[in-house]
């Protein structure tokens, strides 16, 4: 009887070839998206070492990886006054018919005035900061409030808190700081004495427990 041939064993399949995992993107060194605190208050931790901002609050104005910027909202300044400012400017009228408070808004450029305000109101130059809020350094805005138009809310600080690039970023994590969601009828409101205890209270956090704890090793 003829043999029957024998079917060839089958060549083992090749073993697969091991794919290289795809490399990660790189992240940007600083997503915006993620770690932005523009629009949002900063709020001085018990323990902050500098008396310059003890107590603080902050409307943060710009917040990127080349530095941020804010205005502190309860330093409030009895003189000089909105008029007298005016008068030193020479911006008609006096006495004007409305007016705005000022603030110490920071130990950078103190000789400066920057006008924080709601964003119902907008000239050349003003740094929109988001829907809600601007900042104008303009004399445009001071005209316009003195002739009794202008945003709705407002206030003049003079100077402004600054970081350089990474600095804010480096003081977070050290603990110095809290933020927050802004508070707008808090920022303009009167009562200053209040403001940082309340801006605390927004995160549910009671001032005198967390004194206790950043006391402690």
Known sequence: MPRTPRTPPAEPP?????????????????????????????????????????????YMCAHTDEGAMGIVVNRPLAAPTFADLLTQLSVDPVPPARSIGLCQGGPVDNARGFVLHTADWTGDGSLRVDEKMALTASLDILKAIASGGGPSQGM??????????????????QNAWLSAPADIAMLFDDDHE?????????????PLLLSTAAGRA
């Open 156 to 173: 003049l600080a003079l100077g402004y808190a600054g970081w350089g690039p990474g600095q804010l970023d480096a003081e977070i994590q």
């Open 194 to 206: 209040t403001k940082w205890r309340r801006a605390l209270a927004s995160l549910r956090i009671d």
């Open 14 to 58: 090749a073993a697969p070839k091991r794919r290289r995992k795809p490399a990660a993107p790189k992240q940007p060194a600083f997503p915006p998206e993620e770690t932005t605190l523009t629009g949002q208050v900063l709020i001085a931790m018990p323990a902050m070492a500098d008396t310059r901002f003890a107590n603080s609050v902050i």
